[in-house]
């Protein structure tokens, strides 16, 4: 079977280039995708058909809802691999897989690259560092918790994605204020203790259990302290000679395996803790890295990894052989900013290592490339200073993610 249909979903916008990469392959390509983004600038040269959900939560009538007009959809229309492109719609591909029995994740396995308590559990269970953490089911279990361990403390919603509704607390009293303000959804969260150290991010291609590319990036400015400190985002890639690169390379295999990956595009993020030099897991997602690192990924190695994430999911459907594509040894840097003005003026940065230029409503965003990492880091530092004075515009992080 040379073309196979692909039923991709988006309920965000994003994953353009991997529906380009399926129609160039041959494929037949549906989007299942949230009725809210119909006017979306969706490459429709390249999508077959188009599915749109009144709903694009995970709640179980929505859910439900789903999987009834999928069913009628494919009384006339074969669906032969299941792509989940976001993180929110990793247990709509999991459940659609299951229900109609097509290959690929299984909601077991799915759990382990959503659910944040799930992956610290079989991360400690594998034997895989993580940073001490509690479930908050249970009373006594949380205050032994909280008199055992050293504030301050992250209460982290189970599901959602990136720093989203995460609450840091620093004394007893202060969790169990916040504990109890979540009420009936008090059982999607959990409490970890917050260690601060040195955050990396491991953008993959898996293939058969094992990573076939890697690329190793260091947060200059971490999600977490961009989210809730209102800075400027910041990483950049790190060379292959960097000391840490083949630790954090055997690392994210050891947690890849553990979680049961067989093939997909992977972000995994780790800490070096300050207080011990060790690595420590955070959380992963098998999905592209968002906030454009994919394309800080591109800028560095030659390699767009939604492409080759279609070539990769191509091969196994048709049980064919898949060539990892050449790493170019370049480095990169990424920096991006909420901005006080609509369409901020990037005309004043003109270096010749800028790559890519951000084009969007209230954001100002930079990626440079060059052989050098210094000149990356030097750059990202000048252009964080410029756009503080210039540019920048903070928000609170918000409860939810939103499309």
Known sequence: ?????FLCIATFHKGQDFLRACKALGHTVYLLTDQKLAGADWPHEAIDEVFYLSSPSNAPQDLEQMLTGLAHAMRSRRIDRVVALDDFDVEKGALIRETFRIDGM???????????????TRAAAAGIRVPAFSPIFHDETVTHFLQTTEAPWLIKPRAEASTT?????????????VI???GDTRHQYLIECFKPG????????SLEGKAVFTRISQYVATPMEVAHGGGIFRTGTLPDDTPEVAALRQFNNEVLEAFGMR?????????????DGELYFLETAC???GAHIAEMVEAASGVNLWREWAKLETAVARKEHYLPPVDEPNQAGLIISLARQQWPDLSGFVDEEIWWRMNKEYHIGLIVRSTDRTR????????????????HASAPVPDKATS
């Open 287 to 289: 999905r592209v890295g």
């Open 165 to 177: 509704g995460i609450r840091k607390v620093h004394s007893l009293d202060e969790a169990w204020q």
């Open 180 to 182: 109890h303000s979540l």
């Open 1 to 5: 079977m040379s073309q196979l249909a």
């Open 263 to 275: 093939h997909s595009a992977s972000h995994s993020e780790y800490i070096r803790g300050d207080h």
């Open 198 to 205: 040195r955050v990396y991010h491991v953008d993959a291609l």
């Open 376 to 391: 990356i880091l030097t750059l990202l530092d000048d252009y964080m200073k410029r756009i503080h004075i210039d540019f």
């Open 106 to 120: 299984g909601q077991t396995t799915a759990r382990y690259f959503r659910d944040k308590l799930a992956m610290r």
